[in-house]
């Protein structure tokens, strides 16, 4: 990304100043620039390339800024398109001024996924006219390489029996990526191990409707069942990797005091969500807190919600140890680090949540991660789905994790872009311009 000398020099400049500076520079003149330095969203467009919805915001001095929200969420493109008109003609380097515009007309998961997508292109945009990677717009690096855990590498499982989970967790331990963590789906998160022997809670299961409605008392066997499967994954991973587990959302307080009682002598990372979370459309503080204050085990919640002011009563209460907000949720990577900054304050641990999250994800979570405070524990990797995302965009390591670690890389922006022709290939016919 240039010298530091250069930079040196640009960076005593004021912001608008820097960008014509170092655009003159890069270009060889300032001709694409207005004189005055000036830069003006023109355009804001969605485009759902593979499953992820990708924001472009277009502007006037031949930059574009990306985000991604989670490929889960095909359906995301009208609520981006909400968004359009209150952007036009704003300058996209003052990010904090737009977010004020538009966090308001936002909500906890799914919905604050278009303001996220788009508070993040607006950071690729600010980083590629300052000439600097994202990390150093908000506030510069803490670490040089960022922890992450498996997240969306995952095996096909061979059955429910803890022989299974004990093999699962040998694959995970051998993967490639060397993750020093790794989480597991049990309990209501995981259907299929609920379905392992019957009468595992003493309800039925939801017989349709949207991922992990179940909810409800445990059966003594079942409690025991989920027990014997983390005992077996543990016994494979040792003390050499973290295991984490996503339990819920739907225990009720009593089974989960029992569960995280049960569990301490095997020193987990986190149980997620296990009394809400995923998709509950608030944050149970006051319960999370009778759970929290029973255990040496670390309590963990958040990827659902939206705002710093949702994660207000978690954190002063000290309801949970653990956050996860998700940058692509919550409000965008600036929305994080200060909420990230505020738990610090108050002793609690932040794993951001990722897994569908895309490329662009996992650029943004980088650049993120780089600059969290010393909270920061590892963040959920997300891949590239389907697999020829990775032929479309440009500027990833390879490999992207090493040993459990991502470097953090350099380049101006988020650092990763767009190889057009190539993505061009894979955009239905709705989509055709959006590269134009
Ligand atoms: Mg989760």
Redesign the pocket.
């Known amino acids: 990304m240039g010298n530091w000398t250069r930079r040196g020099f640009i960076g005593s400049l004021s912001g608008a100043a820097a960008a014509t500076a170092l655009a003159a520079q890069e270009t060889g003149g300032a001709e694409k620039r207005k004189s005055n330095g000036s830069i003006k969203i023109t355009d804001l467009r969605c485009a759902i390339i593979g499953k992820n919805p990708t924001v472009r915001i277009v502007t006037d001095q031949g930059i574009s800024g990306y985000g991604q929200a989670e490929g889960v969420k095909t359906y995301l493109k009208p609520m981006v398109l909400f968004y359009r008109d209150y952007l036009i003609g704003e300058d996209p380097t003052d990010v904090a001024r737009i977010m004020l515009k538009i966090r308001r007309m936002g909500a906890f998961k799914p919905w604050g996924a278009a303001v996220s997508a788009i508070e993040i292109a607006l950071w690729d945009v600010a980083g590629q006219a300052a000439g600097l990677p994202v990390y150093k717009l908000l506030g510069g690096k803490i670490r040089d390489r960022v922890r992450v855990y498996n997240g969306a590498v995952r095996f096909p499982m061979s059955g429910q029996t803890p022989q299974d989970y004990a093999e699962d967790m040998a694959k995970m331990k051998a993967a490639k990526e060397g993750f020093t963590l790794i989480k597991q789906a049990i309990g209501f ?1 995981n259907p299929a191990m609920m379905k392992a022997i019957p009468d595992m809670w003493y309800d039925s299961p939801a017989r349709s409707g949207p991922a992990h409605m179940d909810s409800g008392l445990l059966t003594e066997s079942g409690l025991d069942y989920i027990l014997s499967c983390v005992e077996a994954m543990k016994k494979v991973l040792g003390d050499e990797v973290g295991l984490s587990l ?1 339990c819920g959302p739907g225990w009720t307080v009593k089974d989960a005091i029992r569960f995280a009682r049960a569990v301490e002598p095997f020193h987990i990372t986190w149980l ?2 296990i009394i809400t ?2 998709y509950s459309p608030y944050p149970n503080a006051q319960v999370f807190k009778q759970v929290t204050e029973s255990t040496s085990t670390p309590i963990h919640t958040g ?1 659902e919600i939206y705002l710093r002011e949702n994660f207000k009563d978690l954190i002063e209460t000290q309801a949970v140890n653990v956050i ?1 907000p998700d940058p692509e949720d919550v409000g965008g990577i600036a929305e994080l680090k200060w909420i990230a900054e505020y738990a610090n304050l108050h002793g609690i641990l932040v794993a951001p ?1 990722g ?1 569908f999250d895309g490329l662009f994800g996992v650029a943004a979570h980088v650049q993120m991660a780089a600059a969290l405070p010393q909270n920061y524990i590892a963040f959920e990797y997300p891949i590239g789905q389907p697999d020829w995302w990775y032929d479309i965009v440009d500027g990833l390591p390879d490999p992207i994790v090493n040993k459990g670690f991502i470097d953090v890389w350099d380049k101006p922006g988020l650092g990763i872009s767009f190889n057009v022709r190539a993505a061009k290939a894979h955009l239905s016919d709705e989509d055709r311009t959006f590269f134009d």
């Open positions: 998160h996503d997620e969500d979370g995923d990827e996860g949540h897994v």
